[in-house]
């Protein structure tokens, strides 16, 4: 198993929270019902929301998703541990086993007004990323010759 990607993404949490309460109908949006709500019925804390927002956003770029994410599709849920995991459904899930994926590493943390989640992508599937011997072709192709890269022509 490889790293197909990473992401990680910050959330400014009175940021988020003035624009749902601007935009009330933007939660439902992005958040499904179970996120929103804590077990006992009660609405999260805006640094909770805020972040199970942020990992969607890491999520996105840890699996290279193209283009518009469905939120609803990819769904933050404890795991047995009780650690932050991902339920994946609709294009977001095939888009996931279209590259290979396995597993999916959540971390979450607070600090403050700010959250921070990073997510780690494993499969079986090429890595996302070009990897450093594309880079390092790419360096010593272009940037480190004289010609700036550009073929000399007679």
């Not at 609803?72 to 290979?100: D, K, N, T, Y």
Request: glycine share 10%.
């Amino acid at each position: 198993m490889a790293i197909l990607g990473i992401g990680t993404d910050i959330a400014d949490v009175p940021r988020f929270a003035e624009h749902i309460e601007r935009v009330p109908e933007l939660l439902d949006r992005l958040l499904t019902p179970a996120e929103q709500l804590k077990r006992n019925g009660k609405r999260r804390t805006d640094a909770s929301l805020a972040a199970r927002f942020s990992a969607k956003e890491a999520l996105k770029k840890a699996i290279g998703f193209p283009g518009w994410l469905p939120w609803q599709s990819a769904e933050v849920v404890p795991a047995r541990s009780g650690a932050p995991s991902f339920r994946l459904r609709g294009l977001v899930l095939e888009h996931f086993r279209r590259i290979g994926g396995t597993n999916i590493h959540l971390s979450i943390t607070h600090d403050a007004d700010l959250t921070m989640t990073f997510v780690i992508a494993e499969g079986e599937g090429p890595s996302l990323s070009p990897g450093i011997e594309g880079i390092a072709e790419h360096f010593s192709h272009s940037m480190y010759r004289p010609d700036g890269g550009r073929e000399q022509t007679s």
